[in-house]
């Protein structure tokens, strides 16, 4: 370790890493540790291409590829290794969905760009290039070195692995991808992992995504572009992920798409690296275009000539090698940006540094929600095992249900429900009651001086007997109240309706709140609560009829103010009188006081003790009729008040006991034992989320141990 820290200083004023991602910046000793160690090998070469290593490819490019056995490839990979293998796991843990990010280097670029001739120079496979759209599918690529000269391909997706090899990898792939997104030319975004087993290859894993296009080809749905976006925009936009933006030198980088789009979530580009393709096609300028950094790319450039045709690896690499060697323009380019081999370098290094920095913070999102889960699923009602156990449930939720009714409809507490105004019962049926007396009100004698007396001199005028003069007779008393009864008599039973559906609407919802764990017993207590509330209404309204039909058949009061209010009123009795009958100048009209504006003219054809009566029975029935609307609303909110009360109380457990245990229900309480869907879907949701955090943390686990061992 003693020429460590001098490295370390070294890499942490490089700019490789965007002057960001420094080996003080990971501030955890035991991934600076791994970094540190694993620099040691980054000084060596790295080898890319074992086929490469016949006599005239050693002689060709001895300097560039500088190909060495195992042991250097080993010694470097072998610290990054576990790491790679710890995040792959996670990611086929599909720990993403439980929102862990993982740290991942994320290919992305226009169409044809090259990203997949890019991904196939650090594979040394084939795989599907060309024209147009190839790569349909996120295709996870995972490079692995391995000691055995016979490499090992495998396809996995959709639950199956496939094994493949070199000579069928492209193919398979793209039957893969049809399969996975159909046969024509639209994209999924179920992810195709490649596993690349093979002798000499970078450690590397990578999400080759589908290139950029604006305009859908034939077959493609219309919003491919946004569907394009979305997938990159999913992938590129955590922290966690490296960009590498693939550029074809043929183009004006600054008009790139998968530019505007890294940029759209990496302003300063410290987590971009570029590969610059296709530079054989356009030199001019490259120079000056990867220097000048137009496009801000925080990770640098790399540039390369990728395979092209039906050219070996070998072949391709000679040109390249060749090419950036000797091209009058290309030559220029420093060394340190330019091939596969320097490109393997920088992903392999800026991988290690990523998943070194982020392993903390993933080791803690696993734990944090690991024992978010854990608390979500003791939070959910324990399954019912015996029926002592679903009776101790039913009678807890009938206890609390009765509360929360109690304290709603009958109390006026409303800390269980302080947002929910439509459960504020008493506030609410205090506001309905008053409704109900407002209608009352205007449904008769709003306006009591339009034809004033005239329903009062016919009454009269059928009711005469033979008796003395000064009686008024009852019966036409009688006749106009029942007339005016008649006349509101809808109003209560409407009211009656509509303050029982009120209630039934709160019962329901608390009952509901309360069994929501147990769906056999809801149905059962909606049921329950449905028959229960039509009974009680049609009880109120049977004895809301009786009370109308009383107010029809009596006149009695013993409120004084009933006396008072009638002599109160026959105080206007002389003044209307001479009004009608004395005044010498005939008004046709005055106003009578308590009254209003009354038409007098027609008053003048009757005699004197006529129209005395007459005024005498109308101010009767006005003081009178003020006491029949007040004990219709007063009886109403007595009568509401013992049935809501009876209603809690003691018929809603009943009713529930009756409907869960009654004959209807084969089964009874028994079929609370039963877990309602929604709860089993939740229960078994949070296991299979805790099952794979506690993988996860495993193998974190394991691998923060070894890198503690190691450190220490
Ligand atoms: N001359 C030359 N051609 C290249 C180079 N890199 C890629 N190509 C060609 O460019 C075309 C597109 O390359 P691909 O690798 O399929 O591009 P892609 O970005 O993966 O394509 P999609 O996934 O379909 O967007 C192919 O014909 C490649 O042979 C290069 O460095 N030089």
Known sequence: MGNNKNKSDTRSSSSEMGGKHTQTDLGVKPSSTVFAKFEEGSSSSVSLAPRARNEADQQQHAVSLNVKE???????????????????????????????????????????????????????????????????????????????????LSLEYNGKVERTDEGRVSEDIVKATDDIAGGGKGISNTPLTLLVKKNGVPDLTMVDLPGITRVPV????????????????????????????????????????SIRMSQSVDKTGERTLA??????????????????????????????????????????RAFSDQLFQT????????????????????????????????????????????????SELNKLPKGLSSFAEAITAFMQIIGSSKESLSKILVRGEFDEYPEEKHKHGTARLVELLNQYSEELHECDGTDVASNFLMQEIRIL??????????????????????????????????????????????????????????????????????NLIAKMKERS?????????????TDYTCNP????????????????????????????????????????EVFRQYPRDLLSEAFDLKMRMIAYWKVVLRRLVDSMALHLQLSIANLVNKHMEMKIVTELMGPNNAGGIEKMLEESPSVALKREKLKKSINKLKESKEVVGKIMDGIITYGD
């Open 70 to 152: 195992a042991p250097i490839v080993s010694s470097y990979n072998d610290k990054i290794r576990p790491l790679l293998d710890a995040v792959d796991k996670l990611r086929n843990l599909m720990v993403m969905e439980e929102g862990i990010q993982l740290p991942t280097i994320v290919v992305v670029g226009d169409q044809s760009s090259g990203k997949s001739s890019v991904l196939e120079s650090l594979a040394s496979i084939s795989l599907p290039r060309g024209q147009g759209i190839c790569t349909r599918v996120p295709l996870i690529m995972r490079l692995q070195h391995h000691s055995s000269s016979e490499p090992e």
């Open 218 to 257: 034939h077959g493609q749905p219309e919003n491919i572009y946004d569907q394009i976006k979305d997938m990159i925009m999913e992938y590129i936009n955590p922290d966690q992920s490296i960009i590498l933006n693939v550029l074809s030198a043929t183009v004006d980088f600054t008009t790139c798409e």
């Open 541 to 553: 309204v049977k004895w809301m009829m009786e009370i109308v039909e009383m107010e029809k058949k």
């Open 327 to 374: 091209h009058p323009l290309l030559s220029k380019i420093d060394k340190s940006m330019v091939g596969v081999h320097v490109l393997a370098q920088k992903l392999v290094q800026i991988q290690a540094t990523s998943i070194a920095r982020s392993l903390p913070e993933i080791v803690k999102k696993i734990d944090d929600k690991l024992n978010i889960c854990l």
């Open 461 to 530: 005028g059928e009711a005469k007997r033979m008796s003395l003069p000064n009686f008024l007779p009852r019966s036409a008393f009688l006749v106009i109240l029942q007339g005016k009864v008649k006349g509101i008599s809808s109003i209560p039973i409407r009211f009656v309706e509509k303050i029982w559906d009120y209630i039934e609407d709160v019962m329901i919802s608390v009952l509901m709140k309360h069994s929501e764990n147990y769906s056999q017993l809801q149905l059962c207590a909606k049921r329950a609560g449905h």
């Open 561 to 600: 103010e009933y006396v008072t209010e009638w002599q109160k009123l026959m105080n206007n009795l002389g003044g209307f009188l001479h009004g009608v009958l004395e005044d010498e100048h005939k008004p046709p009209s005055f106003v009578v006081d308590d009254i209003g504006m009354v038409e007098v």
């Open 275 to 316: 590969v610059v393709t296709k530079v054989d096609k356009a030199p001019e300028g490259l120079v000056e275009k990867v220097t000048g950094d137009d496009v801000n790319i925080g990770l640098g450039y790399v540039c390369v000539r990728n395979r092209i045709g039906e050219e070996t690896y070998e072949e391709a």
